[in-house]
């Protein structure tokens, strides 16, 4: 299955994510921020997928995704905004930056593994 880095400061969210997906038989990373999850991206665990939230303190979603696109080893690297702003803003998002998706917050874990699976293919 696939390698998936979440990026969310929310450890509620982190864990039920992880679960979620590992159930699925995804190895899941977890990062509390973008320097956490720029350590995961340019190590040897080079991640299949991002899913990651918006809103965090210090350095939003926004910031990490433009970072992540300015890196020749990150851009190839398909990105998911995982959030709970409203689904408007975030379709003007992946319009803005061309990304892969977004995955609006809350989610059933069903929901989340169907959502994830397709963004993989």
Do not use: W
């Not at 720029?38 to 350095?59: E, H, R, T, V």
């Not at 926004?62 to 970072?67: E, L, M, T, Y």
């Not at 851009?75 to 995955?103: D, M, R, W």
């Amino acid at each position: 299955m696939a390698k998936i880095l979440l990026v969310d400061d929310s450890q509620s969210v982190l864990e039920f994510t992880k679960e979620a997906l590992e159930a699925d038989g995804h190895k899941v990373f977890t990062a509390k921020n973008g320097l956490e999850a720029n350590k995961i991206i340019f190590s040897k665990q080079k991640p299949d997928l991002i899913l990651l939230d918006l809103i965090m303190p210090m350095l939003n979603g926004d910031k990490v995704f433009q970072a992540f696109q300015q890196s020749e080893i990150s851009s190839a690297i398909p990105v998911v905004f995982f959030s709970t702003k409203s689904e408007g803003e975030l379709k003007e998002l992946v319009a803005k930056h061309q990304n892969k998706g977004y995955i609006c917050k809350p989610i059933s874990a069903e929901d989340l593994r169907v959502k994830v699976s397709k963004f993989l293919k």
